[in-house]
């Protein structure tokens, strides 16, 4: 009855299919190929891998291991991001800005970086000490070899990321609820624990869920800590097995990587029963509250907090600066010794080094670029498609992510051990594995700014340009690239930030020539190089930190949130 | 050529239907008010037209060409509809002449011949010198005429307003009023103007569309709208229009009928043919009502005097009626109080077609 009307659905059709491919490709596929390798190796269903890996002590040794520094590691986190994000947020202390920049920096830095910079302060060959006369006797062991050691590194990397959730639910306390406490009597602390916690219990536990399975998922400072002292966690104990077995032992690695898959998926699920046992949702929305004054504690509190600072970000730093002057091994650093010969030899000497640093910024640059052009549509459709199937997308780009390291990767080997099928290339044993896993791994790190930015812009602003004519490529290029395009580039400068000194992913996918960064600084630590190891930490973390100050330009034009040392 | 149809268009959303059963012709250079309680579906009709929404059922047609019917539905793009959105929409990182010339460039009309309609439409809309300025730089009502010209500028068969003053403030608004009118009396253009707000529609439309829960209460001109509306949430709705249960006396004759209101007897307008009935109801606005201290009239309490400047707004329970309030002004000197008595008398009113007779 109706006649059927010429709909012109052509250009969605085509988006639609194109950001599927690549969603199949980056974040599916590995997945898929992961889950098969476990349930049925070689092709047919058997349970073998999983009994094998299941009778091995030493997955169980690793397990209980990383079992301990995860939840160790939470704990501190917790901790420590909560107290400083509550002081932060609360109270009238000073200097909120840089405080909260300094305190977000180690997030910035690779958490090898940060091992190898306590490392460099401890050790018996610590210039730091030296400098004090303080360094213990050459052979003793460095404290931080050692568990306590690991959960405080891992600590000191993930409080800040609790801090960041937690601050965020803090500043959707409406005043009110806080106000009406204490207009019932409550005084300030007691208005912090019968309020203010109660109502944060959502965030902290989101944090504390993502606290472990970054911490579970680590491999940098488990590395440089725990293998000198044979202490393996699961992604450690991967990293050897497939050092020493080659591909021969993938199966073995597919299972104990799943495990850590598991570990991490159980920490989430615990987050969403806790979440669920009391009704904390807060429906209105105001200003936050007035700043609690410390008054002659202020002080006191300030000192407190960059006495902190200067202990989990500065002194490491300095260490780490230290030792890259130092000619050799145990040396102590006097004006006359000091010397830049560490860095010659890493940027103009050492090939493999030469290497990583050009291997390392054209696969930084490119996996930004790419996911940024990625993160357009694919952000178009999921925030503002129609279909429901979006937020299964959503999911599936998140995963990889949310997955430690080490199970993409991993899934990347299994994926392209053998050439592709049909056209014979093969990515193994080339940095093309490395750019692969890097785009699956980090796309996410784009999305997510460019979907609150799509959720910022009037979605009229689009429709406007439909009336008046414009197709939707039109619209792509013309009005929405434009807008997102502050916002999707913030998160391009994440990835790069991310990528540069990222060790995780590519130590177990490197081969000779397509060394990275992070790769080669591990090497020479593991070969005792420190010297060189840290040159290449401060070069890395001085690119760092100039672009967090560059990015910091952009802030006008972005949603807030997307730069997460920005106050 | 750009007359604009709805056939029975519905629009559901899950199990709610926000637009139902909607049908409404609006002819070649008509200017039409949408005019609606908030939620009552306004919005949704006008990104029917646009092409935002689909119908679930009906037909839609621009011209003579369907562009929305359960078949399909035509893109927004292809539709040449002008939109003059309530937050303006425009561009931000466009300065305002890329923004009116955005729909030419689109087309990929000649350069120069582009700039000189940028430059007509901006003079248009008295802008002109201001087309290298960047959105952010200008006034609210300043935003309004570049959406206007912008809209203007692609000669669309018909324009869509949505709230187009719902942002602006009190004394801009009755000037942007005027900029539209006049706008529509040199262009010529087929207008659907969605508003919730009564004076703004009975001002500027030739006739308007009132909407209620989804459906079309009433299409009427202004003055018809006020006088005759043709159901209670119609009468209630428009001026804030008093509703009292009444009886038909007598039947209709030369327009007007009698009936008991209140236990009191009058005259008052009615459609032709209505006939003696029980459990009608009459409408009458504030300006109907006289304090008759000694005249016919019915009895009643004072419930609220509301002073506002110059006049005070009444509220008053009568007798006969204890759930029934009714409302009128008194000018200064403002003499009742609330709890005191009083007397009022019914001028005239209007006697509302029972339900489902054809109007």
């Known amino acids: 009855m109706a006649t059927r009307i010429k709909e012109s659905r052509g250009q969605e059709m085509a988006l639609t299919a194109v950001v599927a491919v690549v969603i199949v490709l980056l974040s599916l596929l590995p997945m898929l190929r992961l889950v098969k390798e476990i349930v049925a190796p070689g092709g047919t269903l058997s349970t073998v891998a999983i009994a094998a890996g299941l009778r091995s002590p030493a997955t169980w040794i690793a397990t209980w291991h990383t079992l301990v520094v995860g939840i160790g590691g939470t704990l501190l986190a917790v901790l420590s991001g909560t107290v400083v994000a509550v002081l932060v947020s609360l109270t009238d202390i000073r200097g909120r800005s840089a405080l909260v920049l300094c305190y977000v920096m180690p997030l910035m830095i690779a958490p090898q970086v940060t091992a190898l910079a306590w490392l460099q302060l401890f050790g018996p060959a610590s210039p730091f000490l030296k400098l004090f006369g303080a360094a213990p006797p050459l052979g003793t062991e460095n404290p931080l070899y050692s568990t306590s050691g690991i959960i405080l590194l891992l600590g000191v990397q993930y409080g800040p990321l609790v801090f960041l959730l937690v601050r965020a639910g803090l500043r959707k306390l409406p005043r009110e609820l806080v106000e009406a406490a204490r207009a019932g009597g409550a005084g300030w602390f007691t208005v912090l624990v019968t309020i203010v916690l109660p109502l944060m219990t959502p965030s902290i536990m989101a944090a504390a869920a993502l606290a472990f399975v970054s911490c579970v998922g680590n491999f940098g400072i488990p590395a440089f800590l725990g293998i000198p002292a044979n202490y393996l966690v699961l992604p450690t104990l991967i990293y050897q097995r497939l050092a020493g077995g080659g591909p021969a032992v993938l199966g073995e690695a597919a299972f104990l990587s799943a495990l850590i898959g598991v570990i991490a998926m159980a920490g989430i699920l615990a987050q969403e029963l806790m979440s669920r046992r009391r009704d904390y949702r807060i429906s209105s929305t105001s200003l936050p509250a007035e700043p609690y004054e410390l008054g002659r504690w202020r002080v006191a509190v300030q000192a407190g907090m960059w006495l902190l600072i200067v202990l989990v970000l500065f002194l490491p730093l300095f260490g780490l600066v230290l030792t890259s002057l130092v000619p050799g091994y145990g040396i102590a650093l006097t004006a006359k010794t000091a010397t830049l010969d560490n860095y010659r030899f890493v940027l103009f000497e050492h090939d493999a080094a030469k290497r990583a640093f050009f291997n390392s910024f054209w696969l930084s640059i490119a996996a930004a670029f790419f996911a940024v052009i990625v993160a357009v549509p694919v952000g178009y459709l999921i925030a503002w498609g129609k279909q429901r199937w979006v937020r299964l997308l959503n999911l599936s780009v998140e995963l990889p992510y949310a997955l430690p390291g080490v199970v993409l990767a991993i899934a990347s080997l299994l994926l392209f051990l053998r050439p592709i099928p049909l056209t014979g290339i093969q990515l193994y044993n080339t940095v093309w594995i490395i750019f692969y896993a890097y785009l699956a791994r980090f796309l996410v790190l784009a999305l997510r700014p460019t979907i609150s930015g799509y959720h910022q812009i009037d979605r009229a602003l689009e429709e406007a340009a439909q009336v008046a004519g414009a197709g939707l490529f039109t619209r792509m290029r013309t009005i929405i690239f434009p807008l997102v395009a502050p916002a999707a580039m913030a998160g391009g400068l994440l990835i790069f930030m991310t990528a540069l000194s990222e060790l995780t992913v590519s130590a177990l996918l490197w081969s000779s020539g397509s060394e990275t960064i992070g790769v080669v600084m591990f090497s020479f630590e593991q070969g005792g190089d420190s010297n060189y190891a840290t040159a290449m930490s401060v070069i890395t973390v001085a690119v760092t930190f100039v672009l967090m100050l560059v990015t910091n330009l952009l802030a006008p034009y972005l949603p807030s949130g997307v730069l997460p040392w920005r106050d | ?359």
């Open chain 2, 1 to 359: 050529m750009a007359r604009l149809s709805l056939d029975n268009v519905t629009k559901s959303f899950a199990d709610f239907d926000a637009v139902k059963d909607v049908s409404i012709d609006v002819g070649d250079g008509e200017f039409l008010a949408v005019l609606g309680p908030s939620g009552c579906g306004k919005t949704t009709l006008l990104r029917l037209v646009a092409g935002f929404e689909k119908v679930t059922s009906g037909e839609i047609r621009i011209g003579s060409d369907v562009v929305s019917n359960s078949g399909g539905s035509v893109a927004p793009e292809k539709r040449r509809v002008g939109i003059v959105f309530q937050n303006y929409a425009l561009w931000p990182h466009m300065t305002v002449a890329e923004n009116i010339g955005y729909s030419l460039k689109v087309a990929k009309l000649d350069k120069a011949v582009a700039r000189q309609k940028v430059e007509d439409a901006l003079a248009l809309v008295n802008l002109q010198g201001l087309g290298e300025r960047k959105p952010a730089n200008l006034s609210g009502g300043q935003r309004q005429r570049v959406a206007l010209a912008r809209c203007l500028v692609a000669a669309p068969s018909l324009v869509l307003f949505d709230e187009p003053l719902a942002n602006l403030d009190v004394h801009l608004r009755a000037s942007m009023e005027d900029e539209f009118a006049a706008f529509h009396k040199r262009t010529g253009t087929t207008i659907v103007y969605i508003t919730h707000d009564q004076a703004e529609a009975m001002a500027l439309a030739d006739r308007i569309a009132v909407m209620d829960h989804g459906r079309l209460a009433q299409l009427a001109t202004p003055r018809e709208l006020y006088h005759e509306p043709a159901n209670e949430m119609v009468a209630s709705f428009i001026s804030q229009g008093i509703l009292l249960p009444a009886d038909v006396l007598t039947a209709e004759e030369a327009g007007h009928c009698k009936v008991k209101v209140l236990g009191t007897e009058l005259v008052v307008r009615c459609h032709p043919g209505e006939r003696p009935r029980a459990g009608a109801k009459i409408c009458c606005r504030s300006a109907d009502l006289d304090v008759s201290p000694d005249g016919p009239g019915f009895d009643g309490l004072v419930k609220r005097v509301i002073y506002h400047g110059g006049a005070a707004r009444i509220e008053f329970t009568p007798a006969a009626g204890p759930d029934l309030t009714l409302h009128f002004e008194q000018p200064d000197p403002v003499v009742l109080e609330s709890g005191a008595r009083a007397r009022l008398r019914i001028r005239s009113g209007w006697l509302i077609p029972a339900a489902g007779s054809a109007s």
